[in-house]
């Protein structure tokens, strides 16, 4: 997996799919359903490491982006 389209496709596989209209809770809700799977042991250790690897990136830069555009608007 490279990208977030990467991952959604993933979950879409076992029946979820994730759309909050807000990317950073899309993202964050995304990490918290590849917990999950991996704790019922329904994915391998590599697939959750590399998914969580980069939808942990994906966070920090959409919160990076809000700081911006917060620090703007002052």
């Known amino acids: 997996m490279k990208t977030v389209y990467d991952i959604q496709q993933f979950l879409k596989r076992y029946g979820t799919i994730i759309y909050l209209g807000e990317r950073l809770a899309?993202?964050?809700?995304?990490?918290?359903?590849?917990s999950e799977m991996y704790?019922?042991?329904?994915i391998e250790r590599n697939e959750?490491?590399?998914?969580?690897?980069l939808l942990r990136h994906e966070i920090?830069?959409?919160k990076e982006k809000k700081q911006l555009k917060k620090g703007d608007s002052k």
């Open 39 to 42: 704790n019922s042991q329904l």
């Open 26 to 34: 899309d993202l964050e809700m995304m990490e918290d359903e590849l």
């Open 48 to 53: 959750f490491q590399n998914a969580l690897m």
């Open 60 to 62: 920090q830069m959409e």
